[in-house]
């Protein structure tokens, strides 16, 4: 009997820890640190200490966490009205409103503090600034009442690449700037395919997303605009500024070029939702894959081998 209780207990326990965590929606963290360690290593030059790395991730951790836990308290009312959101903790009943903005707050302090002191006052001043902008201006005062919430929304999720920036450097250049602006770019065409697939739920709830007020032809056109913009901003890193080379402009290129073709599709058949989901799924493969080449770009070894190609060319020439 007491093993019996103690496994119930334990069960009860472990269903606790991940109400909570599902709070968060970590889904949408893993991209988030993708963009910040791009900036870090072009930042640190190939070069980033593996202590502020653990620190830095840690903090963007917590406050987008954060930032979510409040977004799922301010949004239980929609939440429990879509299918696709009924069974989060709080529309559940499996969190209380209180419990999870304590959560919440808990997390803020712990990433500010954890960036103040192991990074410097300006990663932790901006990562802080994501949450506000995300809670006060995307959830409170974008989401309901406007078709531009995620395009200004978007500067929320384009916050960590200057957080990254901030932490190596403790200040922001052009090229963190330019970071998060295709960070911000790249937004509207990933969250309007999604929002293309699931544009019943949103409706239904009253919210304003684009394919919801113009329909999925207007939609589609500004997926297809944003996406040329988006890839025409990632080269910008290569010139004028300088920030990476060669071999990140080839990966920005042939991810681009899909990102284009596929975006293309769409706009050839703005009603297909198996083409939306492509290009949704595409989408946040394309920005992960999009900071990987800028991390590789920035390695020493990867300028010693391109420096090597191009003197044995010399030699040939």
């Given at each position: 009997?007491?093993?019996?209780?103690?496994?119930?207990?334990?069960?009860?326990?472990?269903?606790?820890?991940?109400?909570?965590?599902?709070?968060?929606?970590?889904?949408?963290?893993?991209?988030?640190?993708?963009?910040?360690?791009?900036?870090?290593w072009?930042?640190?030059?190939?070069q980033?200490?593996?202590?502020?790395?653990?620190?830095?991730?840690?903090?963007?951790t917590?406050?987008?966490?954060?930032?979510?836990?409040i977004?799922?308290?301010?949004?239980?009312?929609?939440?429990?009205?879509m299918?696709?959101?009924?069974?989060?903790?709080?529309?559940?009943?499996?969190?209380?409103?209180r419990?999870?903005?304590?959560?919440?707050?808990?997390?803020a302090?712990i990433?500010?503090?954890?960036?103040?002191?192991?990074?410097?006052?300006?990663?932790?001043?901006?990562?802080?600034?994501?949450?506000?902008f995300?809670?006060l201006?995307?959830?409170?005062?974008?989401?309901?009442?406007?078709?531009?919430?995620?395009?200004?929304?978007?500067?929320?999720?384009?916050?960590?690449?200057?957080?990254?920036?901030?932490?190596?450097?403790?200040t922001l250049?052009?090229?963190a700037?330019?970071?998060f602006?295709?960070?911000?770019?790249?937004?509207?065409?990933?969250?309007?395919?999604?929002a293309?697939?699931?544009?019943?739920?949103?409706?239904?709830?009253?919210?304003?997303?684009?394919p919801?007020?113009?329909?999925?032809?207007?939609?589609?056109?500004?997926?297809?605009?944003?996406?040329?913009?988006?890839?025409?901003?990632?080269?910008?890193?290569?010139?004028?500024?300088?920030?990476s080379?060669i071999?990140?402009?080839?990966i920005?290129?042939?991810?681009?070029a899909?990102?284009?073709?596929?975006?293309?599709r769409?706009?050839?058949?703005?009603?297909?939702?198996?083409?939306?989901?492509?290009?949704?799924?595409?989408?946040?493969?394309?920005?992960?894959?999009?900071?990987?080449?800028?991390?590789?770009d920035?390695?020493?070894?990867?300028?010693?081998?391109?420096?090597?190609?191009?003197?044995?060319?010399?030699?040939?020439?």
């Amino acid at each position: 009997m007491i093993e019996t209780n103690v496994s119930r207990h334990h069960e009860t326990f472990l269903q606790v820890i991940q109400s909570y965590y599902q709070l968060t929606k970590p889904r949408i963290i893993p991209l988030l640190l993708i963009t910040t360690a791009g900036s870090m290593w072009i930042a640190a030059k190939g070069q980033v200490d593996p202590l502020l790395l653990l620190v830095t991730m840690t903090g963007g951790t917590l406050a987008a966490a954060s930032a979510q836990t409040i977004n799922c308290i301010y949004d239980r009312d929609i939440d429990y009205e879509m299918e696709r959101t009924r069974h989060r903790p709080i529309p559940s009943g499996k969190v209380q409103p209180r419990e999870a903005l304590i959560f919440a707050v808990a997390l803020a302090v712990i990433s500010f503090t954890l960036l103040t002191v192991f990074a410097n006052l300006l990663a932790a001043l901006l990562a802080f600034s994501g949450i506000v902008f995300y809670v006060l201006v995307y959830t409170h005062w974008l989401k309901r009442h406007s078709t531009q919430n995620i395009v200004i929304g978007g500067a929320a999720g384009a916050i960590p690449a200057l957080v990254g920036w901030a932490a190596v450097t403790g200040t922001l250049s052009w090229a963190a700037w330019l970071i998060f602006a295709i960070v911000f770019l790249w937004t509207p065409p990933h969250f309007w395919a999604l929002a293309l697939m699931i544009r019943d739920d949103y409706a239904k709830v009253g919210i304003p997303m684009l394919p919801v007020v113009v329909g999925d032809t207007a939609t589609v056109k500004q997926i297809w605009y944003y996406t040329l913009v988006t890839v025409a901003a990632t080269l910008l890193l290569v010139f004028p500024l300088h920030a990476s080379g060669i071999f990140y402009a080839a990966i920005a290129l042939g991810l681009g070029a899909i990102f284009i073709h596929k975006s293309w599709r769409l706009l050839q058949n703005p009603e297909d939702r198996t083409v939306a989901r492509e290009l949704f799924l595409y989408s946040i493969s394309y920005m992960m894959l999009l900071c990987l080449g800028m991390v590789i770009d920035s390695l020493p070894i990867t300028h010693n081998l391109i420096n090597a190609a191009v003197g044995q060319l010399h030699l040939f020439s």
